[in-house]
C-alpha cells in the first residue's frame, strides 16, 4: 500500500503514480446494496418528482438523484453557486448533482462514454482519504449507467484503475513556459497540428499555476481542452485569478483555483460561449480536482447535446452555440456569457454538513498552529509549561502540525485541507462567512510572523539569539493562549 502526502512537492507524484494502483491494497470495503431512503431527484424548476427504475431490493449499487431542495434552505451558500439563471438556454440544460454517496464516501466522476444502445456510462473513482490529507488509490475503479431523465446512476462492474482519459485531439493549446507573476493572466495560441487558428478572445481570461516538480506549463495545469465537436472546442477554465484574501495571501501562490468555466470556442469564426460551472463541496473532490489535478472534467458527445462532469455535477449543453438559439446569455463583442441553470441540487443537508466541516478543519489547523508556535516558544526560554507539549516532540514526530513544513515557504503551498475551508462557497450574510475570515487573518498572521520562521529554522538560531530577537518577550497574540511571565499558557 503507498500513501500519499497531498501537498506541495508530493502533489506531482500522485498525478504520476496514479496509474499504478494495481499493486496497491484495496482502499475501501464494499459497501451494502440497501438504497437509502429519501426522494429520487426532482427538477429545481418542476415540483414533480422524477421515478426511479430501481427499488431497494436491487443487488446494483444505484447512486439517487438529489431532492431538489435548495442548500440555501439550510445553510447560506454562495447564491452565484447555487441559485438558478434566468440566462439560460433551454430548461433541458444545465447542471444536476449526482450522488454519490453509494460508491464510497470519498467518490468522484472519472469518465463518461457511450455504450452500444446509447446508454452513457460513468466511471467513478474512490478512494481512501486520511485526515491529514493523505489519500490511498483505490485498486479498481466502478462503472455505472447514467439515465440523464431521472438523475441515476446504476452499478454495472468494477474495472481495474487506470489513468483518466483526456482529449488527445490534434487541437492544442500553446502556453508560455514561464511561471505568471503576480497571478497575471496566461496568453494562448490555439493550433491544429501547429497551423494557428482562430485567437482566443481576450474577455476570456485564462491563468496558470506552479508545480513541483514542473512537468507543464503553468496555463496547461489550470486550462483543459475536454473535446471537439465539429469546429467547436470546448475547454475547461480554472479560476479565480486570485487566492483568498490577496494581496494578504501570502505565502500561498498556487493550489486555490478549481473548475469555474466552460467555454465552447468556435475557432473558425472566432466566438465563444462562457457556461458557469457550479462549486464542489466535498474535501476530496476539492483536492482531486482543484489541488493536484488528480481528476479534471469529463466530456462526452451524445447527438446535439454534450455531456460534462466536474466532481459530482452533470452538465448537458446543445452542440449548437446558445448564441442561435436566441439565449439569454449576455453578449459583449464575439463573447456570450451564459449564467448555467442548476437543474438539481445536492440533498437538502449535504452542503451544510460540508460548510460545517470546513469549519471545523479550519479552527482544527488554527488550534495545532498555535500550539506548535506556544511550544516552540516556551521550550526556547526553557520553561515547561502544563498543557503545552515540549517542542522535542514536534521534531520527533510525536505531536503534528502543518505550520513548520517547509513546503510551505519553498513552494508556496498550503494544506489542501485548508484552502478548501477558506474558499467554501460562503455567502457574505452567512455568520459563518465572517467567522472565517477571522480565523484565516489569524492564521496568515501566526503563519507570516517572524517565530514561525524560527520554528522552521530557516536561519539556524540559538534559543539565546531567538529570545534576544524579541527582547526577551513572546512576539505575538496566539489564539487561545495568554501571556504569563514571558510565557504562553493555555486558556482555561
Given at each position: 500500500?503507498?500513501?500519499?502526502?497531498?501537498?506541495?512537492?508530493?502533489?506531482?507524484?500522485?498525478?504520476?503514480?496514479?496509474?499504478?494502483?494495481?499493486?496497491?491494497?484495496?482502499?475501501?470495503?464494499?459497501?451494502?446494496?440497501?438504497?437509502?431512503?429519501?426522494?429520487?431527484?426532482?427538477?429545481?424548476?418542476?415540483?414533480?418528482?422524477?421515478?426511479?427504475?430501481?427499488?431497494?431490493?436491487?443487488?446494483?449499487?444505484?447512486?439517487?438523484?438529489?431532492?431538489?431542495?435548495?442548500?440555501?434552505?439550510?445553510?447560506?451558500?454562495?447564491?452565484?453557486?447555487?441559485?438558478?439563471?434566468?440566462?439560460?438556454?433551454?430548461?433541458?440544460?444545465?447542471?444536476?448533482?449526482?450522488?454519490?454517496?453509494?460508491?464510497?464516501?470519498?467518490?468522484?466522476?472519472?469518465?463518461?462514454?457511450?455504450?452500444?444502445?446509447?446508454?452513457?456510462?460513468?466511471?467513478?473513482?474512490?478512494?481512501?482519504?486520511?485526515?491529514?490529507?493523505?489519500?490511498?488509490?483505490?485498486?479498481?475503479?466502478?462503472?455505472?449507467?447514467?439515465?440523464?431523465?431521472?438523475?441515476?446512476?446504476?452499478?454495472?462492474?468494477?474495472?481495474?484503475?487506470?489513468?483518466?482519459?483526456?482529449?488527445?485531439?490534434?487541437?492544442?493549446?500553446?502556453?508560455?513556459?514561464?511561471?505568471?507573476?503576480?497571478?497575471?493572466?496566461?496568453?494562448?495560441?490555439?493550433?491544429?497540428?501547429?497551423?494557428?487558428?482562430?485567437?482566443?478572445?481576450?474577455?476570456?481570461?485564462?491563468?496558470?499555476?506552479?508545480?513541483?516538480?514542473?512537468?507543464?506549463?503553468?496555463?496547461?495545469?489550470?486550462?483543459?481542452?475536454?473535446?471537439?465537436?465539429?469546429?467547436?472546442?470546448?475547454?475547461?477554465?480554472?479560476?479565480?485569478?486570485?487566492?483568498?484574501?490577496?494581496?494578504?495571501?501570502?505565502?500561498?501562490?498556487?493550489?486555490?483555483?478549481?473548475?469555474?468555466?466552460?467555454?465552447?470556442?468556435?475557432?473558425?469564426?472566432?466566438?465563444?460561449?462562457?457556461?458557469?460551472i457550479p462549486r464542489t463541496y466535498s474535501l476530496y473532490q476539492s483536492e482531486s480536482l482543484s489541488t493536484n489535478s488528480l481528476v479534471v472534467p469529463s466530456f462526452l458527445q451524445e447527438g446535439q447535446d454534450v455531456f460534462v462532469s466536474v466532481g459530482s455535477w452533470m452538465g448537458e449543453f446543445p452542440v449548437?452555440?446558445?448564441?442561435?438559439?436566441?439565449?439569454?446569455?449576455?453578449?459583449?463583442?464575439?463573447?456570450?456569457?451564459?449564467?448555467?441553470?442548476?437543474l438539481i441540487t445536492p440533498p437538502a443537508n449535504y452542503v451544510p454538513d460540508q460548510a460545517q466541516a470546513a469549519m471545523n478543519e479550519l479552527s482544527t489547523l488554527s488550534q495545532q498552529e498555535a500550539m506548535s508556535l506556544a511550544s516552540y516558544w516556551d521550550t526556547v526560554v526553557g520553561a515547561t509549561v502544563?498543557?503545552?507539549?515540549?517542542?522535542?516532540?514536534?521534531?520527533?514526530?510525536?505531536?503534528?502540525?502543518?505550520?513548520?513544513?517547509?513546503?510551505?515557504?519553498?513552494?508556496?503551498?498550503?494544506?489542501?485541507?485548508?484552502?478548501?475551508?477558506?474558499?467554501?462557497?460562503?455567502?457574505?450574510?452567512?455568520?459563518?462567512?465572517?467567522?472565517?475570515?477571522?480565523?484565516?487573518?489569524?492564521?496568515?498572521?501566526?503563519?507570516?510572523?517572524?517565530?514561525?520562521?524560527?520554528?522552521?529554522?530557516?536561519?539556524?538560531?540559538?534559543?539565546?539569539?531567538?529570545?534576544?530577537?524579541?527582547?526577551?518577550?513572546?512576539?505575538?497574540?496566539?489564539?487561545?493562549?495568554?501571556?504569563?511571565?514571558?510565557?504562553?499558557?493555555?486558556?482555561?
Amino acid at each position: 500500500m503507498k500513501t500519499y502526502r497531498v501537498a506541495g512537492i508530493v502533489v506531482s507524484l500522485m498525478v504520476l503514480t496514479a496509474g499504478c494502483a494495481p499493486n496497491q491494497q484495496k482502499a475501501e470495503t464494499k459497501h451494502t446494496n440497501t438504497l437509502p431512503s429519501g426522494n429520487i431527484a426532482q427538477s429545481a424548476n418542476s415540483s414533480t418528482t422524477n421515478s426511479s427504475t430501481t427499488n431497494s431490493s436491487t443487488t446494483n449499487r444505484t447512486s439517487l438523484g438529489a431532492s431538489g431542495n435548495s442548500p440555501a434552505a439550510a445553510t447560506s451558500v454562495a447564491p452565484s453557486e447555487t441559485s438558478a439563471s434566468t440566462q439560460t438556454v433551454s430548461t433541458k440544460y444545465g447542471w444536476k448533482f449526482v450522488d454519490l454517496h453509494n460508491f464510497g464516501q470519498n467518490a468522484i466522476i472519472d469518465g463518461l462514454s457511450l455504450k452500444n444502445g446509447g446508454e452513457i456510462q460513468m466511471t467513478i473513482r474512490h478512494d481512501m482519504m486520511f485526515p491529514n490529507g493523505a489519500m490511498t488509490f483505490s485498486k479498481t475503479f466502478y462503472t455505472a449507467t447514467y439515465n440523464p431523465s431521472t438523475n441515476v446512476a446504476i452499478e454495472t462492474g468494477t474495472v481495474v484503475s487506470h489513468p483518466q482519459k483526456k482529449y488527445s485531439g490534434p487541437i492544442a493549446l500553446n502556453f508560455p513556459a514561464t511561471f505568471p507573476r503576480k497571478f497575471q493572466t496566461q496568453t494562448v495560441s490555439v493550433t491544429d497540428k501547429g497551423v494557428m487558428l482562430s485567437a482566443w478572445p481576450t474577455s476570456i481570461p485564462l491563468y496558470g499555476s506552479a508545480a513541483n516538480p514542473q512537468t507543464s506549463s503553468p496555463g496547461a495545469l489550470d486550462n483543459q481542452i475536454m473535446g471537439q465537436t465539429g469546429s467547436n472546442l470546448w475547454v475547461a477554465l480554472k479560476g479565480p485569478q486570485y487566492p483568498p484574501l490577496y494581496p494578504q495571501q501570502g505565502p500561498l501562490l498556487w493550489g486555490f483555483r478549481y473548475w469555474n468555466r466552460l467555454v465552447e470556442l468556435n475557432m473558425n469564426m472566432g466566438t465563444a460561449v462562457v457556461y458557469t460551472i457550479p462549486r464542489t463541496y466535498s474535501l476530496y473532490q476539492s483536492e482531486s480536482l482543484s489541488t493536484n489535478s488528480l481528476v479534471v472534467p469529463s466530456f462526452l458527445q451524445e447527438g446535439q447535446d454534450v455531456f460534462v462532469s466536474v466532481g459530482s455535477w452533470m452538465g448537458e449543453f446543445p452542440v449548437t452555440p446558445p448564441s442561435s438559439r436566441n439565449s439569454k446569455g449576455i453578449t459583449s463583442g464575439n463573447v456570450t456569457k451564459v449564467t448555467s441553470r442548476i437543474l438539481i441540487t445536492p440533498p437538502a443537508n449535504y452542503v451544510p454538513d460540508q460548510a460545517q466541516a470546513a469549519m471545523n478543519e479550519l479552527s482544527t489547523l488554527s488550534q495545532q498552529e498555535a500550539m506548535s508556535l506556544a511550544s516552540y516558544w516556551d521550550t526556547v526560554v526553557g520553561a515547561t509549561v502544563p498543557g503545552v507539549p515540549p517542542y522535542k516532540d514536534y521534531q520527533d514526530g510525536k505531536q503534528q502540525t502543518w505550520n513548520t513544513d517547509p513546503v510551505i515557504e519553498n513552494h508556496g503551498s498550503l494544506p489542501s485541507s485548508l484552502v478548501w475551508a477558506m474558499e467554501f462557497p460562503l455567502s457574505q450574510s452567512d455568520p459563518m462567512f465572517v467567522k472565517r475570515k477571522a480565523i484565516e487573518l489569524s492564521i496568515l498572521h501566526m503563519l507570516q510572523s517572524s517565530l514561525n520562521a524560527d520554528a522552521i529554522g530557516i536561519v539556524p538560531k540559538s534559543p539565546a539569539q531567538v529570545q534576544a530577537q524579541f527582547s526577551g518577550h513572546p512576539p505575538l497574540a496566539l489564539p487561545g493562549f495568554q501571556v504569563r511571565n514571558n510565557l504562553y499558557w493555555p486558556v482555561q
